[in-house]
């Protein structure tokens, strides 16, 4: 099908993919779990690193014991961003079968060039071509990233040295 505001239809699909997923990714990541049992990893470590310096050998092997509970807790951390994944996944390649089908012949040319490609060789800054599928993927990782950096900034924990910095705090 051919319609004269293609791109305008795949922005919205996009934009409404990446509200399913964080609103899926907000109810099942448990986000607050994993900051939590972060928070007390970080306490434990910083309780072993006290008590490796003042070489208190009682302390240590009260955090001995500790550590086998810690680990599963880091585990589980590790674990729970994963969740969410079983469902969009899936949602995610219904999508784009049906972006490619709905969508087919379409092509935008965009002023950069974000294929894997194009990133490796460091030739990010020169115009691209997008498919249907390639720019449902782009237009939703930029929204999702918009969606994330207002979540975080409406929770308190936004931080602008987090971006500039290139590293995460969470």
Known sequence: MV?????QELVTVSVVFAFISFFINSKLG???K????????QAFQKKL????RKNDEAELKKLDAEQK????????MLLLPFKPLIVILPLFFIVIALVQ???AGFLIQLPIALHLNEIFALRILQS???GPRGFFILTAAVVAFILEIVYLKIEGKFDKKVILNGSSKT
């Not at 319609?3 to 791109?7: G, H, I, N, V």
């Open 34 to 41: 994993a900051r939590g049992i972060q928070k007390e990893v």
């Open 49 to 52: 690193m006290e008590a490796t």
């Open 30 to 32: 448990e986000r607050k």
């Open 101 to 103: 089908s709905y969508f």
């Open 128 to 130: 691209s071509i997008y």
């Open 69 to 76: 509970q810690m680990m599963s807790k880091m585990q589980e």
């Open 3 to 7: 319609f004269a505001f293609e791109w």
